[in-house]
């Protein structure tokens, strides 16, 4: 959770946690790999208590 985060400070946090995965190699036996991730996030309007009223 990010807590008092708009969509661009979501947008940028997401991007970085992308950027970091994305530039890590991993050694593997079939040799060097690299991986990437897709990440969501929901921004919670005031008020709303359960995942069920965020989810709809």
């Not at 807590?3 to 060097?32: P, W």
């Not at 996030?41 to 709809?56: F, H, M």
């Amino acid at each position: 959770m990010v807590e008092n985060a708009n969509a661009a400070t979501l947008k940028a946090a997401a991007e970085r946690l992308r950027g970091a995965i994305s530039d890590q190699a991993f050694d593997l036996s079939s040799g060097e790999q690299t991986v990437t991730v897709s990440v969501g996030a929901a921004l919670i309007q005031p008020g709303v208590t359960s995942t069920a009223e965020l989810t709809g």
